[in-house]
């Protein structure tokens, strides 16, 4: 009896790594993404190169890290925990903001659109102002190429 508890035991601890996914095998949001264009304020999508990137853990943490060309203030600009609310809608629990200190801690609800799996809108509401994104999802790296 002993022996079944403990196989038992092994199976309900080891079963979340046999169902694991990485990262860039992943069909949903989680995934690590870059920034690729945002709404203007005329309304108008627009291609960025900021090197803005979203990750989206399997765990429910997220980070947004911050890249520029001139190589100053670079790093995590935000981070935090999400929850998924349905198909179209989640919420970015903000722990930390590095840019507007007044958003730590705060909600913030994102909806969510993943089309083709590779590419994903996030759209928010801040200061009664709509912000639209367009994220690419990153691509596995095949011998460099």
Known sequence: MKNIWCTLFMVCI????????HMPDCKTIIGIWKQSAVMSLNGNMVEVKSGNYKIYNADSTYYTIVTKSSGKNNG???????????SS????HILKHGFNSDLDG???VVQYKLIKENTLFL??????RWFIE?????PVLLNGK
Do not use: A, F, H, V
């Open 14 to 21: 080891c079963m979340p790594l046999w169902t694991q996914t």
């Open 76 to 86: 995590i600009g935000q981070y935090g925990t999400y929850q998924i609310n349905s």
């Open 89 to 92: 809608i989640l919420t970015e």
């Open 106 to 108: 705060t909600d913030l």
């Open 123 to 128: 759209k928010w509401q801040q200061n009664e």
């Open 134 to 138: 367009k994220w690419i999802r990153m």
